[in-house]
């Protein structure tokens, strides 16, 4: 089917940088939104960052003026570059698309695995 496979994460002190990446493979016709999210421990899962097809991109407004999404359609790849990283920014981030399989199919929504950011204060 579809694997999205996430990388990037790890630890850093506040105030640093992380970039992550998380690339798409498998039965993929097309995707057409793809996203950020993240669960620190206790909470719920929260969007941080999304982006359409055509680049229009979205903010959670606790990470807005720190955070950048981007996508690679041709290798169906979609990037968060997180930058003045805080210790609450501290979750597991996950990836997610919206993935068709063929022209007439359903759009499925398919997440990654997940990697830990932790920042240090």
């Known amino acids: 089917q579809v694997q999205l496979v996430e990388s990037g994460g790890g630890l850093v002190q506040a105030g640093g940088s992380l970039r992550l990446s998380c690339a798409a493979s498998g039965s993929i016709f097309r995707i057409n939104a793809m996203g950020w999210y993240r669960q620190a421990p206790g909470k719920q899962r929260e969007l941080v960052a999304a982006?359409?097809?055509?680049?229009?991109?979205n903010y959670a407004d606790s990470m807005k003026g720190r955070i950048a999404i981007s996508r690679d359609n041709a290798k169906n790849t979609v990037y968060l570059q997180m930058n003045s990283l805080k210790p609450e920014d501290t979750a597991v981030y996950y990836c997610?698309?919206?993935?068709?399989?063929?022209?007439?199919?359903?759009?499925?929504?398919?997440w990654g695995q997940g990697t830990q950011v932790t920042v240090s204060s």
């Open positions: 982006i359409t097809r055509g680049g229009n991109a």
């Open positions: 997610n698309a919206h993935i068709l399989h063929g022209f007439y199919s359903r759009e499925a929504d398919y």
